[in-house]
């Protein structure tokens, strides 16, 4: 046999080879960056009658986007709202109708208009729930918001931003068993897939404890006057979680598990990696009024 002259190229060659084969000898890996979500309260958001502020809300909403985004201003030139939406968007808000505990139509009302000084035309913005799929907006959409109040539910353990788009499927039924854990799986339709630039997790009078289908007592809610947003909907129903199992266990001294528990929060992060579910690799921003945050 011809014995073959190895030259320095060959020799580079083989060692670039050896390393996309086998990897480097030690790690290189760069420091994974933890996912954002931002808290913020304010004590006067609920009046002492237990209506809303629309100002107060649209400050809230303005100062959690700025910070999300690490943006000075959120107005219209130069602001957050304007790099997440552009005036060519097709814009679907998706509210929550449940009766005792809707998304309340102030939040609605600052959220259009956010979106509209950011270009979007009103006839290109749609809100609604259950009849989306039948909805000309949110059939044609390139942006959704996703908000609705976080609640304990019958089926999910808890009602949250994942919870929110079960309305996307036909039979929503279809993701009930094992404690819905199979949610994250609407994520990846093609009607919402990639499509959603901000979820918001309403914490004004969250429901904390409830047994049964249908099921409210306000006994069983509180006035936290928080809100919690963020672009990964799985770190930020992990906080609104933890904070409801904090209020649980506060108020009834013990540790009372969730049934049944909220296995698809986890489960859209291992399974479907939809987002972080671990509450060590969320950056968790709070802002203004934090007495009795319990986080």
Same mark, same amino acid.
């Given at each position: 046999?011809?014995?073959?002259? *190895?030259?320095? =190229?060959?020799?580079? @060659?083989?060692?670039?080879? #050896? /390393?996309? %084969?086998?990897?480097?000898?030690?790690?290189?890996?760069?420091?994974?960056?933890?996912?954002?979500?931002?808290?913020?309260?304010?004590?006067?958001?609920?009046?002492?009658?237990?209506?809303?502020?629309?100002?107060?809300?649209?400050?809230?909403?303005?100062?959690?986007?700025?910070?999300?985004?690490?943006?000075?201003?959120?107005?219209?030139?130069?602001?957050?709202?304007?790099?997440?939406?552009?005036?060519?968007?097709?814009?679907?808000?998706?509210?929550?109708?449940?009766?005792?505990?809707?998304?309340?139509?102030?939040?609605?009302?600052?959220?259009?208009?956010?979106?509209?000084?950011?270009?979007?035309?009103?006839?290109?913005?749609? *809100?609604?729930? =259950?009849?989306?799929? @039948?909805?000309?907006?949110? #059939? /044609?959409? %390139?942006?959704?918001?996703?908000?609705?109040?976080?609640?304990?539910?019958?089926?999910?353990?808890?009602?949250?931003?994942?919870?929110?788009?079960?309305?996307?499927?036909?039979?929503?039924?279809?993701?009930?068993?094992?404690?819905?854990?199979?949610?994250?799986?609407?994520?990846?339709?093609?009607?919402?897939?990639?499509?959603?630039?901000?979820?918001?997790?309403?914490?004004?009078?969250?429901?904390?404890?409830?047994?049964?289908?249908?099921?409210?007592?306000?006994?069983?809610?509180?006035?936290?006057?928080?809100?919690?947003?963020?672009?990964?909907?799985?770190?930020?129903?992990?906080?609104?979680?933890?904070?409801?199992?904090?209020?649980?266990?506060?108020?009834?001294?013990?540790?009372?598990?969730?049934?049944?528990?909220?296995?698809?929060?986890?489960?859209?992060?291992?399974?479907?990696?939809?987002?972080?579910?671990?509450?060590?690799?969320?950056?968790?921003?709070?802002?203004?009024?934090?007495?009795?945050?319990?986080?």
């Amino acid at each position: 046999m011809r014995r073959k002259i *190895i030259t320095r =190229r060959d020799f580079f @060659k083989a060692g670039v080879a #050896l /390393t996309v %084969t086998m990897g480097f000898p030690f790690e290189l890996k760069a420091e994974r960056k933890k996912t954002r979500a931002v808290l913020i309260r304010d004590p006067d958001v609920i009046d002492r009658r237990g209506r809303l502020n629309a100002r107060i809300i649209q400050q809230m909403l303005d100062k959690a986007i700025t910070a999300l985004f690490d943006k000075e201003d959120p107005m219209i030139e130069s602001g957050v709202w304007r790099l997440l939406f552009k005036p060519s968007d097709t814009v679907g808000i998706k509210s929550n109708v449940w009766g005792p505990l809707p998304t309340p139509r102030e939040v609605e009302d600052v959220l259009k208009s956010r979106i509209m000084d950011a270009g979007v035309p009103e006839g290109n913005i749609g *809100i609604d729930d =259950r009849g989306v799929l @039948k909805n000309r907006i949110f #059939l /044609t959409s %390139t942006a959704l918001v996703n908000v609705r109040p976080l609640r304990t539910h019958h089926w999910a353990g808890v009602g949250g931003c994942i919870k929110n788009y079960i309305m996307f499927t036909p039979w929503p039924p279809f993701y009930h068993p094992d404690s819905c854990a199979d949610l994250g799986a609407i994520w990846k339709l093609p009607i919402v897939k990639d499509k959603t630039r901000l979820n918001i997790l309403l914490l004004l009078t969250p429901l904390f404890h409830g047994i049964g289908p249908h099921h409210f007592d306000t006994t069983y809610t509180w006035q936290y006057k928080g809100i919690l947003i963020g672009t990964d909907p799985v770190s930020v129903d992990a906080v609104g979680l933890r904070i409801l199992e904090l209020k649980r266990l506060s108020y009834f001294g013990k540790e009372i598990p969730l049934k049944p528990p909220a296995k698809h929060i986890f489960v859209a992060d291992v399974k479907y990696k939809l987002g972080t579910s671990n509450l060590r690799e969320i950056e968790l921003l709070k802002l203004g009024w934090m007495e009795d945050a319990l986080i």
